[in-house]
């Protein structure tokens, strides 16, 4: 029997800031697990980046670590797609037909876009808005049946697969319609300043998140300092304890323990102890991670040689969705 191609799967993440542990929590330590079973394409996504204020010479940089990184964490160039989305232009192209088909309402309506334009109100701007029709061009290029995400983008994807579906009965199936892949582990990792607002790499306060690059001696001083309650119980417990619960989540994320296991660790316990153990089990297991990436980094040939490699490969598909894409809504190809 003839073997069935791989299905595609589709990830991205902003080259915004240093990746935090949100970040790879929630998206990219899975990534490497995946790219066995799975044709896997995964993205830097610059374009998505500037819809805040980038430093050009940051941004640059960002997008090399962040290549970096994924190898880092174990992608594995020769089995996945790895690029850097400014390099396929068909994002962009497949983003414009995309709009004229999303509405100004469900735009607005994202968390994520009011979250942002609250937290950078001098540049609230188009892009910022049309962030999630992007989103959904970079997945639905790709056909992708799956997309690796943490629970902070499902509304996202829920638009992207609203907007497939609209364009498939308005113009015929063209697009795979995706699913979330969201593994049970993967929680929403809050910041350790504010344990009410999302852990983000942009945070203006830098003890707000933990970063893969962070040393030792940073990440349990970022612990030690992370806010709790005036309590003394380590109890899970995220309306009464919610900066307690995020380093729940987070020893849990990194040791593999269920929420009961790791409150029975900590049972009678003080907070620093808590604080101080959390901060160990995510050093111990950044460490391999920060020795590696820095290792490719010395390799700027080869990294810039993966990424050449990977936008080819990726622009193989995209053209093929975009070239469909553009027979469809009647666009004239000439004879
Ligand atoms: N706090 C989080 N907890 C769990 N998962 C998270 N992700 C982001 N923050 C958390 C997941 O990381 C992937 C990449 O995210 P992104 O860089 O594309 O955009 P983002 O979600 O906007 O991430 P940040 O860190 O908050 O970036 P900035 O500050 O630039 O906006 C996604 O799969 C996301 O689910």
């Not at 809050?190 to 030792?216: H, Q, W, Y």
Request: aromatic share 8%; proline share 4%.
């Amino acid at each position: 029997m003839e073997a069935q191609p791989k299905r595609k799967l589709f990830s991205a993440v902003q080259p915004s800031g240093a990746v935090t542990i949100g970040n790879y929590i929630g998206a990219i330590r899975n990534f490497a697990a995946l790219q066995d079973e799975y044709a896997c394409l995964y993205a830097v996504a610059d374009l998505h980046a500037i819809t805040v204020k980038q430093e050009p010479a940051a941004l640059r940089r960002h997008t090399l670590e962040l290549l970096a990184l994924f190898i880092a964490c174990g992608v594995d160039p020769e089995k996945c797609t790895l690029f850097v989305q400014s390099h396929v232009p068909a994002h962009c192209e497949l983003t414009w037909v995309l709009n004229t088909i999303a509405y100004p309402g469900e735009l607005s309506r994202m968390t994520q876009f009011k979250d942002k334009s609250a937290r950078h109100a001098d540049n609230v701007n188009m892009g910022l808005m049309d962030h999630p029709v992007l989103m959904a061009a970079d997945i639905l290029l790709y056909q992708a049946a799956l997309v690796p995400v943490g629970a902070d983008q499902k509304q996202h994807l829920e638009l992207t697969r609203d907007l497939g579906i609209r364009f498939n009965n308005r113009y015929g199936a063209t697009f795979t319609i995706p699913e979330p892949f969201t593994p049970k582990s993967t929680a929403r990792i809050m910041s350790l300043a504010d344990p009410t607002k999302k852990m983000s790499k942009s945070d203006e306060n830098p003890n707000g998140f933990v970063t893969l690059d962070d040393d030792r001696d940073t990440i349990l001083r970022k612990f030690q300092r992370a806010v709790t309650d005036s309590g003394a119980e380590v109890r899970y417990d995220t309306e009464e304890k919610p900066g307690v619960s995020n380093l729940l989540s987070i020893y849990c994320a990194f040791t593999g323990k269920t929420i009961e296991g790791a409150e029975r660790d900590f049972a009678g316990k003080g907070y620093g102890e808590f604080k101080l153990a959390v901060g160990e089990v995510v050093a111990d297991a950044l460490a391999p991670i920060r020795a590696e990436h820095g290792r490719l980094l010395a390799d700027k040939a080869y990294l810039n040689g993966v990424m050449k490699r990977g936008a080819e490969a990726a622009a193989r598909i995209a053209y093929r969705t975009l070239a469909k894409v553009y027979r469809k809504v009647g666009f004239y190809a000439g004879e």
